[in-house]
């Protein structure tokens, strides 16, 4: 937590992290999830609160479902892209790229031009057109829908909003808080896009 505090002083977020020790369920709920790194900060600002912390922890979606580990980072890294969310998606192209099979030109694909690259299958580029549109319109249109519904059941096309709109969420307090960026993680400046990407940039 010491290593956490230095961070937050020498980073200007605008809210402190939670002080040690926490409650017991809280940390072992974010014990779970790091086993055995140092937390977030993002999940120790939660921690000052705990209503809003079980509310955070208790609506994630990175457990089994409906989609596989590739589908739901492809998802999770476009959304958190789009929405300049830095934080988030560095930590979530630290811990899960590899592991999804997301090689580092579809990562730069993700924070560049997505969908309209040669690098993605059609499966996986109606995720990304997915997460196009509901970033600009909110919406799903048929065309867009019926796309959906030839690789993903009704079932998985349920999760795959849940999923974008939480990480949408999770994006607007990362963002909103100016949470510092975690160590060794990816940065947005590490995979160049093209001038023409509309990539935001979170502050650091």
């Given at each position: 937590?010491?290593?956490?505090?230095?961070?937050?002083?020498?980073?200007?977020?605008?809210?402190?992290?939670?002080?040690?020790?926490?409650?017991?369920?809280?940390?072992?709920?974010?014990?779970?999830?790091?086993?055995?790194?140092?937390?977030?900060?993002?999940?120790?600002?939660?921690?000052?609160?705990?209503?809003?912390?079980?509310?955070?922890?208790?609506?994630?979606?990175?457990?089994?479902?409906?989609?596989?580990?590739?589908?739901?980072?492809?998802?999770?890294?476009?959304?958190?892209?789009?929405?300049?969310?830095?934080?988030?998606?560095?930590?979530?192209?630290?811990?899960?790229?590899?592991?999804?099979?997301?090689?580092?030109?579809?990562?730069?694909?993700?924070?560049?031009?997505?969908?309209?690259?040669?690098?993605?299958?059609?499966?996986?580029?109606?995720?990304?057109?997915?997460?196009?549109?509901?970033?600009?319109?909110?919406?799903?249109?048929?065309?867009?829908?019926?796309?959906?519904?030839?690789?993903?059941?009704?079932?998985?096309?349920?999760?795959?909003?849940m999923l974008a709109g939480y990480y949408r969420m999770v994006s607007y307090l990362v963002n909103g808080l100016r949470l510092p960026l975690e160590p060794n993680t990816p940065r947005f400046a590490d995979y160049a896009a093209?001038?023409?990407?509309?990539?935001?940039?979170?502050?650091?």
């Amino acid at each position: 937590m010491v290593a956490i505090m230095t961070r937050y002083k020498n980073h200007s977020a605008r809210v402190a992290p939670a002080s040690p020790p926490l409650p017991a369920d809280m940390q072992e709920s974010i014990d779970a999830i790091m086993r055995g790194n140092d937390p977030l900060v993002l999940f120790t600002t939660m921690a000052r609160d705990r209503r809003l912390f079980l509310k955070f922890f208790n609506s994630g979606l990175l457990d089994r479902g409906h989609l596989t580990l590739r589908q739901r980072e492809i998802v999770i890294d476009r959304v958190t892209a789009q929405c300049g969310a830095e934080y988030e998606w560095g930590v979530h192209v630290a811990a899960y790229a590899a592991k999804a099979g997301l090689d580092e030109s579809q990562i730069a694909s993700l924070v560049g031009n997505g969908a309209s690259d040669d690098v993605w299958s059609d499966e996986d580029r109606v995720l990304i057109r997915l997460c196009d549109s509901l970033h600009s319109s909110c919406a799903v249109d048929d065309a867009l829908w019926n796309a959906l519904t030839r690789y993903y059941t009704a079932e998985a096309i349920i999760e795959l909003l849940m999923l974008a709109g939480y990480y949408r969420m999770v994006s607007y307090l990362v963002n909103g808080l100016r949470l510092p960026l975690e160590p060794n993680t990816p940065r947005f400046a590490d995979y160049a896009a093209p001038a023409s990407n509309s990539v935001g940039r979170q502050h650091k």
